[in-house]
């Protein structure tokens, strides 16, 4: 992560930091959802360790997504933890440390068809990613134009599988994730989990 999370968080804390990066965050960021549980938006307040950073290539769609929080910050305050940030940069060319990151969110990306590297994005996760960190794919608009992305994650031996959404993140996501996908027909979910030993 860079220095400047790095002096935010202090190097006196022993807890490890959980950083979530968004690829792709366009005008409308993952955490400013309003599907997202009181439960998770509490525990972000409550702990320091926690970061949640936005992703994307366009600048216009970044800033966008800026000002939607900033006026969506009344209702969850989120803004005053100075733990939500916003960074221009490539899915494939993201500016953070070999396994620094606890949590990657692709939303709305592997199927949109305006992305043509989605196996460089996976690529450039797994290099982030820490040992047992998180990839989740959103898909409610084409899910069916996310099924190479899909199928290139389920073959990759560096990640498994994870059904659970108990066992994942820093709360229990079923709820959320039934939210995300309702009314969206053949919408869904998923978490890949790296593995330990992933090369």
Same mark, same amino acid.
């Given at each position: 992560? @860079? ?6 968080h202090g190097?006196e804390?022993k807890?490890e930091?959980?950083? %979530? /990066?968004?690829v792709?965050? @366009?005008?409308?960021? =993952? ?12 525990? !972000?307040?409550?702990?320091a360790?926690?970061? =949640? ?11 966008? #997504?800026?000002e939607?929080?900033k ?12 733990? /939500?940030h916003?960074?221009?940069?490539? @899915?494939?060319q ?9 949590e990657?969110i692709?939303r709305?990306? !592997?199927?949109?068809?305006d ?8 690529q450039?996760a797994r290099r982030?990613?820490k040992?047992? #960190?998180? %990839?989740k794919v %959103? ?5 069916q134009i996310a099924t #190479? ?9 560096s990640f498994?599988r994870v ?6 993140g820093? /709360? ?7 939210e995300l %996908?309702?009314? =969206?027909?053949? #919408? !869904?979910v998923?978490?890949f ?7």
């Amino acid at each position: 992560m @860079g220095k400047g999370l790095e002096r935010q968080h202090g190097p006196e804390s022993k807890k490890e930091e959980y950083i %979530i /990066v968004e690829v792709g965050s @366009g005008g409308h960021p =993952y955490i400013n959802n309003p599907k997202l549980s009181q439960e998770y938006l509490e525990r !972000f307040r409550k702990d320091a360790s926690i970061y =949640y950073i936005a992703t994307d290539n366009s600048g216009g769609a970044l800033e966008a #997504g800026r000002e939607e929080f900033k006026e969506s910050s009344p209702s969850h305050e989120l803004d005053k933890t100075n733990r /939500v940030h916003f960074v221009l940069a490539s @899915g494939s060319q993201l500016p953070f440390r070999d396994e620094s990151v606890s949590e990657i969110i692709f939303r709305n990306v !592997f199927g949109s068809p305006d992305t043509s590297n989605t196996l460089e994005m996976i690529q450039e996760a797994r290099r982030v990613l820490k040992p047992k #960190g998180i %990839i989740k794919v %959103i898909e409610q608009h084409m899910p069916q134009i996310a099924t #190479g992305g899909m199928e290139y994650l389920s073959e990759l031996k560096s990640f498994e599988r994870v059904e659970d959404a108990k066992k994942t993140g820093f /709360v229990d996501e079923t709820a959320i994730d039934q939210e995300l %996908i309702t009314g =969206y027909e053949s #919408g !869904f979910v998923a978490r890949f989990r790296k593995k330990e030993l992933a090369g």
